[in-house]
């Protein structure tokens, strides 16, 4: 008996299919895409319009240089945390405070190892909710006075390695208004 149970719902099921994919492909034969160019063309000129302001710099972005200061392995662990940081910040609209929060996005399990890695080698120092030191040579943060010279030294529009007593930090200034995109950048 139950086998004709599970034999009827079966076809019930197959029929429902069909009628459900028969309905689709007539309201698809039906559909008047006559004002499908029209639309992509509007959209594609909104597309241009955002492009051209980028390319002026008309939203808040970050410069990054990447010369070196000679310490690749430790350069090496900044990049790959500040990638994380700047995926935490698309989401957030803020910058972590600490790698607690970074383990908090619940990314794959070997990112996740890795921010587990980092966290006993490295540390985010936050500087404001936009800007950031991060440091993984057992850097200690300067009493107030210290940092504030420290990070007025530093290029304010550009993120970049310094080399401070042997220590090798990596700024992330505040997003800036007025950073055009790359001459290289095209459709």
């Known amino acids: 008996m139950s086998i004709g149970l599970g034999l009827v719902v079966s076809i019930l099921a197959v029929a429902a299919c069909l009628t459900l994919v ?8 039906s ?21 051209e302001l ?3 710099g008309s939203f808040p972005s970050r410069r990054f240089d ?13 990049l790959e945390i500040r990638r994380d940081v700047s995926i935490y910040d698309s989401i957030h609209h803020r910058l972590p405070v600490s790698f607690e929060e970074l383990e908090g996005m619940r990314l794959p399990s070997n990112w996740e190892k890795n921010v587990e890695k ?8 936050p500087l404001t909710a936009d800007s950031s030191i991060l440091n993984c040579d057992s850097w200690h943060r300067p009493d107030e006075n210290q940092l504030n010279t420290l990070v007025h ?3 304010p529009q550009t ?20 950073i055009p995109l790359s001459a290289k950048t095209k459709n």
């Open 22 to 29: 028969r309905s689709l492909g007539n309201r698809l034969r």
């Open 31 to 51: 559909a008047d895409y006559s004002e499908v160019p029209v639309k992509l063309e509007a959209l594609h000129k909104q597309l241009d319009y955002v492009l």
């Open 54 to 56: 980028a390319r002026r």
């Open 66 to 78: 990447h010369s070196s200061v000679g310490a690749p392995l430790v350069e090496a662990k900044l």
């Open 118 to 125: 980092f966290e006993w080698e490295c540390q985010i120092f």
């Open 153 to 155: 030294s530093f290029d």
């Open 159 to 178: 993120g970049r390695f310094y080399k401070v007593r042997g220590h090798v930090l990596l700024f992330i200034p505040p997003p800036t208004v007025g």
